[in-house]
């Protein structure tokens, strides 16, 4: 994918729900709260209010871009992760290229050690919020003491007037090795697994997308347990192939960030959204242009040291139709 587009038609139909895990959006403040002392001007990675614009700006173009070539607008809704505030949020959606965007927001804080969360953006032109509701994951260290991960997150409203529920989310990490950490992750697809069959229990017919970063692919156990077991498809499935993905650990693509949603979004109405198409945002801008690394997401920081870009996934996306 290349950039820019041009001039594209502004498809009215057509409705975009994305996922981006923004790494590490932490504004410049100071919070007692939060674990934010790599993020503040005297820290080592010396994050300042230049650079912290910087990624505001570049967040801000991403997320305006996503689904674009197919809709001609900037996306209906985009479930993020590895937010740290309320603040940061709405530094976000002030920004530059999306300003103009009627972006509105879900967000609570959570408990999460690292102190970031998840959070829903919103078009307020053509969503409008019914109900928000945080949900736990209730998981044990190996001293048996609470070990905090992010909440998630359940939005319901009406997108262009029909009922839907969006579930985001943010699985813990593998870092302390996949296997060691796999139960973590099952315990958070558990979880999602209870909300979804709630949700069914008061309106069977309930439209239903589970967005995230999973920390695992849509092969591992965790995402195929909830398929599955709640009749969800999973278009991302076909897209991680060995040369792309969302994410890029060792020169090796994983697809962590997903879409999932019920499967009468393929039910063909008048009046409904129905499953249009899915993929990968990945424009070459998200990019790097050189050297070994060539073709991964252009981050912020590798390790301390200022890198100047992005993140370090991409955004993935679903459309819909009516």
């Keep these: 994918m290349t950039y820019p587009l041009g001039d594209i038609p502004v498809r009215n139909d057509l409705q975009t729900i994305a996922f981006y895990n923004v790494e590490n959006l932490f504004d410049v403040f100071d919070d ?42 900037h996306p209906a809704l985009i479930g993020i992760a590895e937010v740290e505030s ?18 509105k927001y879900i967000h609570y804080d959570s408990l999460d050690e690292r102190g970031i969360d998840v959070a829903l953006l919103y078009d307020a032109t ?23 991960t992010r909440d998630i997150l359940l939005v319901s409203g009406l997108l262009d007037g029909e009922k839907i529920h969006v579930i985001v989310n943010h699985w813990s990490s593998r870092r302390e ?47 195929k347990q909830l398929v599955d077991a709640h009749g969800l498809f999973n278009p991302m499935e076909t897209l991680r192939s060995y040369s792309r993905g969302s994410s890029n650990y060792n020169r090796q ?19 409904d959204f129905e499953y249009f198409t899915a993929d990968i945002f990945d424009a070459n801008f998200l990019k790097l242009m050189n050297g070994k690394y060539k073709g991964t997401p252009f981050r912020t920081y590798i390790g301390k040291r200022y890198n100047g870009g992005y993140s370090d996934h991409f955004p993935v996306y679903a459309i819909f139709k009516k």
């Design 32 to 73: 007692q709260r939060t674990n934010d002392n790599d993020f503040l001007s005297t820290s080592v990675k010396k994050w300042t209010k230049k650079r912290y614009g910087n990624k505001l700006r570049k967040l801000g173009y991403t997320i305006s871009n996503i689904g674009k070539k197919e809709t001609g607008k």
């Design 126 to 148: 053509v969503f409008q919020v019914l109900d928000s509701e945080i949900f736990r994951v209730d998981l044990l260290n190996e001293a048996n003491l609470p070990d905090y």
């Design 253 to 271: 693509w994983n697809l962590f960030d997903q879409i999932l949603f019920s499967t009468n979004f393929f039910e063909s109405t008048k009046t």
């Design 177 to 223: 090795g996949e296997k060691e950490t796999e139960f973590k992750r099952l315990a958070s697809s558990n979880k999602v697994g209870e909300l979804i069959s709630k949700i069914k229990h008061n309106d069977a017919q309930a439209k239903i997308v589970v967005v995230g970063d999973f920390n695992d692919d849509p092969s591992s156990l965790s995402i």
């Design 86 to 103: 309320a603040n940061a949020i709405e530094d976000l959606i002030a920004s530059a290229h999306l300003n103009d965007c009627s972006y």
